[in-house]
């Protein structure tokens, strides 16, 4: 990380590239990170990285490695990805407008359809839905109610990165249960080993690594979790030592 970088560049018939210095240093992170944002990314004119099956955990860190590199070397910042994105990782919160950045990280003719519902309701219903839909909305979309589902489709989308990887972990950690373990579970989140009725509702929450657990509020069928996890081997001995601890503390809804 500390090391000066010293970049030489093939060229189509494997000959060396001439050319050397910062200005190459500076292309060679362009490069990257128009590559990066064609690739790993969603998003119009703001964009946020999504997860790729094929892309570890070290491969990420690899990345926040380039990330800040590029910056020490020549102050070079990916200022395509939305702003909220980048505070909630360099600075552990958004303090931008996280309805702005949506409105940006949607296509055209999506952003000046949202803007006129915001503006003035008597929109074409069937397309604000599909719009809406296309975001997992499930609730009823009123003048009234628009502007804070908004702002809550907008914290999924653009915020979904953390939240989005342990709900992976939790997804795999179901598959990988057997029988026994799976009651469990279903006690834990649930207060009973048989799904009877209803289904688990899912909360992420801010942890510290030293307070970091599952939470299971079985009266009202919720599972909290935190949404900073490394790994899955991280998650799943977190929550096999819950589960096989037989010391549940019910908190109440």
């Known amino acids: 990380m500390y090391k000066t970088l010293k970049v030489k560049r093939l060229l189509p018939d494997h000959s060396v590239e001439k050319g050397s210095g910062s200005g190459v240093v500076r292309d060679v992170y362009s490069s990257f990170w128009e590559e990066f944002y064609e690739r790993c990314t969603l998003g ?15 491969t990420w860190k690899a990345i926040g490695r380039i990330f ?26 958004a303090h931008s407008n996280l309805q702005t950045s949506f409105l ?6 999506e952003q000046d359809l949202l ?3 915001l503006a003035d309701f008597s929109v ?4 604000l839905l599909d719009v809406l839909n296309s975001c997992e909305c499930r609730k009823r979309v009123t003048a009234a ?6 702002d809550e489709i907008s914290h999924k989308e653009l915020m979904k990165s953390k939240e989005a990887e342990v709900a992976l972990h939790l997804k795999r950690y179901i598959r990988e249960l057997d029988e026994e373990k799976l009651g469990r579970f279903l006690r834990f989140c649930t207060g ?3 799904l009877t009725s209803g289904q688990i509702q899912v909360e992420f929450i801010a942890q510290s690594s030293f307070t970091r657990r599952p939470i299971g509020r079985a ?15 991280d998650f799943r001995s977190e929550f096999n030592s819950i589960l096989e601890s037989n010391i549940w503390i019910m908190d109440i809804v």
């Open 44 to 58: 119009t004119t703001v964009k946020v990285p999504f997860l790729r099956h094929d892309f570890s955990t070290a």
């Open 68 to 93: 800040v590199k590029g910056f020490q070397d020549c102050q070079y910042m990916p200022i395509k990805l939305a702003p909220p994105f980048l505070e909630e990782m360099l600075f552990g919160a």
């Open 104 to 109: 940006q990280f949607v296509s055209r003719q």
């Open 115 to 117: 803007r006129d519902a």
């Open 124 to 127: 074409d219903a069937d397309e």
């Open 145 to 150: 109610s628009l502007p804070e589902i908004l």
């Open 192 to 194: 009973s080993n048989l």
């Open 219 to 233: 009266c009202g069928m919720i599972l909290q979790l935190s949404d900073n996890y490394d790994s899955f081997p």
